[in-house]
Nanobody
Framework: QVQLVESGGGSVQAGGSLRLSCVVS????????VGWFRQAPGKGREGVAA???????RYADSVKGRFTISKDNAKNTLYLQMNSLKPEDTAMYYC???????????????WGQGTQVTVSS
């Protein structure tokens, strides 16, 4: 079992940037697939970005070209760099991990507590 703790959320004006971090601890972290999800009020949990088992990345169409997912295995940390933020990006953001490759599907076994991102127009 792994533990995940997010940080880096906050309030920013449209067009601004934020970088979210997720510290992951647990058995064989490097073998886990990881991803970022978000949930806005009244909406379901949406896959934002993920790193597949082969190291490839996936992005939701709504964030492609603006967001970048990456990880630093030496620091056991997952990142989401968010640029050109829009009001519709406002949501609670969660990091997730699993031994299975779920991509942008919210089927991961392990989740962080979430960090709020608010983008004003």
């Amino acid at each position: 079992q792994v533990q995940l703790v997010e940080s880096g959320g906050g309030s920013v004006q449209a067009g601004g940037s934020l970088r979210l971090s997720c510290v992951v601890s647990g058995y064989k972290y490097s073998t886990y697939c990881v991803g970022w999800f978000r949930q806005a009020p009244g909406k379901g949990r949406e896959g934002v970005a993920a790193i597949d088992s082969d190291g490839g990345t996936r992005y939701a169409d709504s964030v492609k070209g603006r967001f970048t997912i990456s990880k630093d295995n030496a620091k056991n940390t997952l990142y989401l760099q968010m640029n050109s933020l829009k009001p519709e990006d406002t949501a609670m953001y969660y990091c997730a991990a699993d031994v299975r490759d779920y991509g942008l599907s919210p089927m991961y076994d392990y989740w962080g507590q979430g960090t709020q991102v608010t983008v004003s127009s």
